[in-house]
Structure formats: structure tokens, C-alpha cells
């Protein structure tokens, strides 16, 4: 199998999720397609990716509900690479999303945990050449 092709993320409201993504990871909206009664076909990524993206799934019912922001039980679950780290955690900063610390240089690369509007965990890194 030669790569993920989405990965699906819960959302509580697509427009406020596409708003996220888009404005403050500087994501792109490559798909929204109404599928009628209230779900849509929303998937986002970063500019340039061709292969991984992300599925923004509208939660149905309580115990979808229950889990936005909390998909993987608290821990880091989505990473974003990047090939500047710290023009990408300026630029994210400057747009609002929070980050839970100061950026760390670990023998793997530089990274920094940050969370989504849901309350996602997320790595921003920069993987040393070679790790990832």
C-alpha cells in the first residue's frame, strides 16, 4: 500500500472547522461537496501535500459528540511536518492558534505541541533530515 490517503478528523461544524484549517494552518479547502441532509464531503491539507489529508467529519449523534477533540484519548495524535519551523510557528501564532509550549529541539527535530480548535493535540515538527 504506497501511502494514508485521509484521515478523518470529528468536527462540530464544518464552516468553523474549513475556517480553522484554512485560516489559521494555512490548509487548502480541496473538497466540499454537499451530500445531502446536513453531511458534507469536506477535506482539507497542507498547500503541496499529494498524498495525506484530512477529512473533516461533521460528529453524528452523542457519542460522536463526546469524542471532538478527543479522538485519541489526550495524546498527540495528528503531526504537521514542516520545512521552516520557525516561520510556520510565527505564522500560526500570529493567527490565533495556541500552542501548549515553547518550541522544543529534541534530537528527532524541532516541534512543538499545539491543539486545534476542538481541542485535538497536534505536533508542529520540523524533522532533522533523515527521521521522518
Known amino acids: 500500500m504506497p501511502h494514508i490517503g485521509l484521515v478523518a478528523v470529528l468536527v462540530h ?19 466540499d461537496t454537499d451530500q445531502g441532509g446536513g453531511r458534507r464531503w469536506v477535506v482539507v491539507a497542507p498547500p503541496g501535500s499529494t498524498e495525506t489529508a484530512i477529512l473533516l467529519a461533521k460528529a453524528d449523534g452523542p457519542g460522536q459528540q463526546a469524542r471532538v477533540g478527543d479522538q485519541t484519548g489526550g495524546r ?57
Open 13 to 31: 461544524d464544518y464552516d468553523e472547522a474549513i475556517a480553522f484549517y484554512t485560516d489559521a494552518l494555512g490548509f487548502e479547502l480541496r473538497e
Open 76 to 132: 498527540v495524535g495528528l503531526l504537521l511536518n514542516t520545512d521552516d519551523f520557525a516561520r510556520d510557528h510565527a505564522r500560526m501564532l500570529a493567527a490565533g492558534v495556541e500552542f501548549e509550549e515553547e518550541p522544543r529541539h529534541e534530537p528527532y527535530g524541532s516541534v512543538a505541541v499545539f491543539s486545534d480548535l476542538y481541542g485535538n493535540r497536534w505536533d508542529l515538527i520540523q524533522p532533522v533530515t533523515g527521521t521522518a
